[in-house]
């Protein structure tokens, strides 16, 4: 399964559209502007949130909590070594390896491939391709790559 994030330039806080493999539009991302770390809210078609991501300032390494339904369900976090950084989400069971700075990485659950993350270059925004198994929620495997792009992003 696949999924296409585009988010556009100059818009005030962060507004994208995701869309399915077909094109036709899947969800909808909204920030928070004027926050004390970075807020962002994935919402269903209707309107509906399904997750909400929340960076924790106070933190030690670049943490995001992903919620569903005002609860912690997972988090990800910047983890440090001499070598490459990666990312563990804690929740779901889940590493996150590759190369972050040209946004190439993939997503594994032990050595099962969940999702793997490219970036289109010289394209008007950001546009990422987010290729998925079908056995995970999307929306859980959206949330990571924008946590993770937003960690990017403070860098």
């Given at each position: 399964m696949r999924l296409c994030l585009k988010q556009h330039l100059f818009t005030w806080g962060d507004r994208f559209t995701?869309?399915?493999?077909?094109?036709?539009?899947?969800?909808?991302?909204?920030?928070?502007?004027?926050?004390?770390g970075k807020k962002l809210h994935i919402l269903s078609l209707s309107g509906e949130e399904l997750l909400f991501i929340s960076q924790k300032v106070w933190s030690f390494r670049p943490r995001y909590e992903l919620l569903r339904s005002g609860q912690v369900t997972a988090c990800v976090e910047r983890q440090f070594s001499?070598?490459?950084?990666?990312?563990?989400?804690?929740?779901?069971?889940?590493?996150?390896?590759?190369?972050?700075?040209?946004?190439e990485y993939v997503i594994l659950a032990g050595t099962l491939q969940v999702a793997q993350v490219s970036k289109e270059w010289f394209t008007w925004g950001d546009t990422y391709t987010i290729d998925f198994i079908p056995t995970v929620r999307p929306e859980d495997v959206l949330a990571v790559v924008l946590a993770i792009d937003a960690c990017l992003a403070n860098n």
């Open positions: 995701v869309y399915d493999e077909n094109g036709n539009d899947a969800y909808y991302v909204e920030g928070e502007v004027l926050t004390w001499f070598l490459q950084s990666h990312y563990l989400v804690d929740g779901f069971g889940w590493d996150v390896e590759g190369d972050f700075f040209n946004h």
